[in-house]
């Protein structure tokens, strides 16, 4: 039976909040977490917001041993009122579960872990930073606790959720990034974790960046994993072509991520009437296209840097230059509309939005 009550624990020392202007991504957290456990006893309980502080966990968890976790990535924004704004916190939620089905990892209910975390929102939201283009990051995580040395689904979970205010994930920020096509490691495969957001498939990511990083390059395009033929994502980011007057991405084959921005991006192009197209794209393809003068623009889209342009695609001897290494006008004016409607200062037709309750609605636990 699980218990969803959630009780608070407030810190008795609160820490310096950074300058919001010099923020980095992901280099400081906030006074305080959300934790729950999982048994198979109990199910999911004992929930709570406590102050941030390291976890305590056996050497045996199995998460050390068999990588069985999952998290997810969203933020939280301030709009021209002062008021917290989510962006579809429902979609990362229910994909936190899609994700946790892939990995065996029991499920969650979607309601009170959304009503926790607009709770844990609300007791930080002095953190989020007022700054443009600065956000609060929300990284939940699940990972198998259970110390035992054995390969099966663990019967113990720990839940967390942390926030770090942050700046803008590239340096470069809007401006058009150099990418190169990735042909010797692979991501991910069919069948495999690619569509989950698992942290083994980030940690088989970074030789390739690392190689890259090396020759100046900022990310990697990856194809897919069997005939290196197939464009799949860019980074840790789906892709998208502006080709011609349509816009083409990658399909989602279960080995692609179905990200939230990308949704987004696709329903706003819908909306706009600029045709859209997922479907199955070959960078030799991509290259066809280009010396026909056809691809206009390339960017990646995704939580983090919510639009990237990319102004350099390098495939073996090819060099491919998009837009004169300026930001594209698609780009551009998705990169406004989402940020827009993300702190409040554009109309949302899609109902994406969440407002953090009221401190009296916050109040109503259990």
């Given at each position: 039976?699980?218990?969803?009550?959630?009780?608070?624990?407030?810190?008795?020392?609160?820490?310096?909040?950074?300058?919001?202007?010099e923020l980095a991504f992901g280099r400081t957290f906030t006074d305080h977490m959300f934790v729950m456990d999982y048994s198979d006893a109990?199910?999911?309980?004992?929930?709570?917001?406590?102050?941030?502080?390291?976890?305590?966990?056996?050497?045996?968890?199995?998460?050390?041993?068999?990588?069985?976790?999952?998290?997810?990535?969203l933020k939280a924004y301030l709009n021209p009122q002062?008021?917290?704004?989510?962006?579809?916190?429902?979609?990362?939620i229910a994909r936190l579960n899609r994700s946790n089905e892939r990995l065996c990892i029991p499920t969650l209910d979607e309601d009170?872990?959304?009503?926790?975390?607009?709770q844990l929102i609300y007791i930080e939201k002095e953190w989020i930073p007022k700054a443009d283009g600065t956000s609060l990051y929300i990284r939940p995580m699940i990972i198998s606790t259970e110390p035992f040395l054995g390969v099966a689904p663990s019967k113990e979970y720990k839940l967390v959720i942390i926030l770090s205010p942050v700046g803008a994930y590239y340096k470069e920020g809007i401006n058009p990034i150099k990418i190169a096509v990735?042909?010797?490691?692979?991501?991910?495969v069919r069948g495999g974790t690619g569509e989950a957001k698992t942290g083994g498939n980030y940690a088989s990511s970074l030789k390739a960046q690392e190689v890259a990083g090396k020759e100046g390059y900022s990310q990697v395009l990856w194809l897919d994993g069997v005939e290196k033929r197939y464009i799949e994502e860019v980074g840790s980011m789906n892709v998208f072509f502006k080709i011609g007057d349509e816009v083409v991405t990658p399909e989602l084959n279960g080995s692609i991520l179905s990200g939230i921005t990308r949704s987004s991006v696709i329903q706003l192009l819908k909306h706009w009437g600029i045709s859209v197209r997922e479907s199955k794209i070959t960078i030799d393809e991509l290259y066809q296209e280009y010396q026909k003068g056809n691809v206009e623009?390339?960017?990646?889209?995704?939580?983090?840097?919510?639009?990237?342009?990319?102004?350099?695609?390098?495939?073996?001897?090819?060099?491919?230059?998009f837009n004169n290494g300026q930001t594209g006008k698609l780009s551009k004016e998705l990169y406004e509309t989402l940020t827009g409607i993300q702190y409040g200062r554009l109309n949302d037709p899609f109902n994406w939005i969440e407002k953090v309750a009221t401190q009296q609605t916050m109040n109503k636990v259990g």
């Open positions: 039976m699980e218990n969803r009550t959630l009780r608070v624990f407030k810190t008795m020392s609160y820490r310096e909040k950074p300058n919001s202007e109990e199910g999911w309980h004992d929930a709570k917001i406590v102050p941030y502080e390291p976890l305590k966990i056996d050497p045996a968890a199995m998460v050390f041993h068999y990588g069985q976790s999952v998290f997810e990535g002062g008021e917290p704004l989510l962006f579809r916190p429902r979609k990362n009170f872990l959304l009503h926790a975390l607009k990735e042909n010797d490691f692979v991501r991910a623009e390339v960017f990646g889209s995704g939580t983090a840097a919510v639009i990237s342009p990319i102004g350099q695609l390098d495939w073996n001897d090819h060099k491919m230059f």
